[in-house]
Structures are given as structure tokens and as C-alpha cells.
């Protein structure tokens, strides 16, 4: 059965045994900080404290989730973080690769990807490389909207997710481009991936990730683009809602307190047909052009033969006689690069297991060493 499929129709039997009355933990700070992706990674489907039918349009809520479907919004508990390191991450679950994060949460990926699914999107494909074709392609999903709420200093801030991160270099803020909803992957035990690996909203590409940014851009160190905006962003801990919107391709970005920027359509996504009740005018020079119309004429653009059947002959005189050479050594540099690029991703995960581990043991430490109040009378 196709994934999606399979993660919808658990969907559906969630919301069937769910409707029961438990008491909800709305409150982020007071969620297992400590608990890591591992623990809970086999937990693919949300464990809903209180459902209602989609079709009233009120609210659904899981773990640290809520789903409101006549908004169209996905809002999800989270806590920030004070990151100085370069960014890959806006958010991760809690025990996940916080060293590189904006922001943690309590709540599950695949509770989150199930969000989704309700307001009626359907995930697209993290960036994968084609082997006809020779190169790597982009990620490409529905497009979001991601913003953050909080309080600060007494007041309560609501600005799009893309302006608490900067440019490493020149310290201007992220444009407020669109994200896409790639849906991370289901592996072949059935997990959940974004679940063990503890992606949620990634600033770079990886394939388990829910949420991907819509360009090629590598998790390498040295090519890291973004880091967090600590004099935006409130205090580590805060309580910060971010909220996930679905986004049309006519619609803009919108923040707190400044003019909306236009959206861009992921560039790996194919430009949807519209109709012509829908599609903008033609320029005036071709408006009334029709079928019948004979092809324009460009006098004095005449190319010059026997210039290009000398060209020609000169690149098949070079070129020809290497051919088997140069596929030799592109196919030896594709194996090359290709068995460099595995190597390195497991490091990188490798890096995560261990980091993980130091901030395990780092919080034990910390709990052990820390004063307790005294028990005695």
C-alpha cells in the first residue's frame, strides 16, 4: 500500500477511537524536555486527547498540537532555543539535533504531517538525485507559511518564521519565501522516519524531514547559510506557537509589521494549467494573436552556415575520439562523489547520535550537581 495512503487511513482509525474525554497538557514547559525521537519513534500515529469532526469546523487537537480546519492552520508548542552555531534546522523534537536549531517541540513529526493531511494537502518528495538525468533535483510539496508567536518583553510578537533567522555574513534577515510540505518517509518497519530522527522544519535538504526549503541546499558546514537572530527571538525556553499555514501561489507572506512579500512557487515544482477563466492577460503586443497568424519574420537575423558547420566539425574532430575517455571519467567522478556524499551523511548522523548523547548525559549531570531544597524540618 502507497505510505500516504497507509499514514491517512491510520489517520482515520485515530480519529475513530479517540473520542474520548482526557485531560490535555497544554502547557509546553511542562512536557518531558529530556524525552528523545527514539523513545517514542515507532509511535507513528497521534495520540489525540480530543477529536471533533472536521466537518464542523472546530478545532482538533493532539500532543502539543492543534489542527484547526476551517483556518486552514496547523499550530504546534514549541520552545526557543539559543543557537550561536550556523542553523539546519528551524525546528526539531525535543532530544533531536537542538545544537542546530531555532526551535524544539514536544509534539510528534508524524503528528504534524497527519495535521497537514487534514487541511487536505498531500506531502511531495524531498530532493532525490536522478541517475538519466545526471543531477540532483530540488524538494518539492505544497508551499507553507510559517509563523511565530510569542511574548517578549510584555508584548506578544507574531512574525513569520523566515525573519528570526539572518545571513550568516551580512546579517540581513531570511527572505520570506514559502517552505513545502515533504512529508519526511515511512521505513520499511513501518516508522515513522521523521519520528526516530527528530526533523520537523529543516533550512537545508534532508530526506526524512516534514518540512523542506523549495532549492538545493547542502547540510555541509562550510556552504550553512543561516543563523538565529537572538536579539529577535525571546529568552530560551519561551513558550513560541508556530503556526502552519497552506499558501497559494497568488497569495503573499504576511508578518507583524511590515508590507507582505510576494510567495515563490518552489522551483522544482512544475507550473500548474490554468484555465482561461483564470489566466492573466496576454501582453498587448500578442493580444490579437491567433491560430491563423503566420509566424513572426526577424529580418537580418540569418545565421551563418558555414560558420556552425565549422564549429561542428571542429568539436566532433576534439571531442569524438575522447568519447569513451570522458564517460570513463564522468562515471568515476559520479562513484567518487556519490561515495563521499554517503560517507559523509553517515558522519553527520553519526555526529547527531553523539551530541545527542553528550546532552543526555550533560542534563543528568546537571540534575545530579543542582541543589535540591532540603527535606529536612
Not at 527514539?38 to 487537537?61: L, R
Not at 511590515?258 to 512544475?270: E, F, G, Q, R
Request: hydrophobic fraction near 35%.
Amino acid at each position: 500500500m502507497n505510505p500516504i495512503r497507509l499514514l491517512a487511513l491510520c489517520l482515520c482509525l485515530s480519529l475513530a477511537g479517540s473520542c474520548v474525554n482526557r485531560p490535555s497538557s497544554s502547557n509546553q514547559s511542562t512536557s518531558t524536555a529530556t524525552e528523545s525521537p527514539a523513545d517514542t519513534a515507532n509511535q507513528t500515529m497521534p495520540s489525540s486527547v480530543m477529536t471533533t469532526s472536521a466537518a464542523t469546523g472546530q478545532t482538533n487537537k493532539f500532543d502539543h498540537i492543534t489542527v484547526d480546519v476551517a483556518a486552514r492552520q496547523v499550530r504546534v508548542q514549541c520552545q526557543a532555543l539559543h543557537v550561536t552555531a550556523p542553523l539546519e534546522f528551524l525546528c526539531v523534537r525535543n532530544g533531536g539535533p537542538e545544537h542546530e536549531a531555532l526551535l524544539r517541540t514536544a509534539a510528534r513529526p508524524s503528528d504534524i504531517h497527519l495535521g497537514l493531511l487534514m487541511l487536505g494537502l498531500q506531502p511531495g518528495k524531498p530532493f532525490f538525485y536522478s541517475e538519466p538525468a545526471k543531477r540532483w533535483f530540488a524538494p518539492s510539496g505544497p508551499p507553507l507559511r510559517l509563523t511565530l508567536e510569542f511574548e517578549k518583553d510584555g508584548r506578544q510578537i507574531r512574525a513569520t518564521a523566515n525573519r528570526f533567522m539572518r545571513d550568516i555574513q551580512t546579517h540581513q534577515p531570511m527572505p520570506d519565501l514559502p517552505w513545502i510540505f515533504v512529508g519526511s518517509q515511512i521505513m520499511d518497519d513501518g516508522t515513522y522516519a521523521a519520528n526516530l530522527a527528530g526533523y520537523v522544519v529543516s533550512t537545508v535538504n534532508f530526506e526524512l524531514t516534514v518540512i523542506d526549503v523549495p532549492a538545493l541546499r547542502s547540510s555541509a558546514n562550510d556552504t550553512l547559510e543561516w543563523e538565529a537572530d537572538l536579539d529577535a527571538l525571546p529568552a530560551e525556553g519561551t513558550p513560541v506557537t508556530m503556526i502552519i499555514e497552506p499558501v497559494g501561489q497568488d497569495e503573499q507572506l504576511s508578518e507583524a509589521s511590515a508590507p507582505t512579500t510576494s510567495t515563490v512557487p518552489p522551483a522544482s515544482a512544475a507550473p500548474e494549467k490554468s484555465d482561461s477563466s483564470s489566466a492573466a492577460p496576454a501582453p498587448a503586443t500578442t493580444a490579437a494573436t491567433t491560430q491563423n497568424d503566420p509566424e513572426p519574420v526577424y529580418h537580418g537575423l540569418q545565421p551563418d552556415q558555414q560558420r556552425l558547420d565549422a564549429l561542428k566539425q571542429r568539436w566532433e574532430k576534439a571531442v569524438w575520439p575522447s568519447a569513451a575517455t570522458l564517460q570513463s571519467a564522468a562515471q568515476t567522478h559520479y562513484d567518487v562523489i556519490m561515495s563521499l556524499r554517503q560517507e559523509q551523511q553517515r558522519l553527520i548522523e553519526e555526529a547527531d547520535r553523539i551530541q545527542r548523547l553528550i546532552d543526555d548525559l550533560d542534563r543528568q549531570y546537571q540534575d545530579i550537581t543542582t541543589p535540591h531544597p532540603s527535606t529536612l524540618p
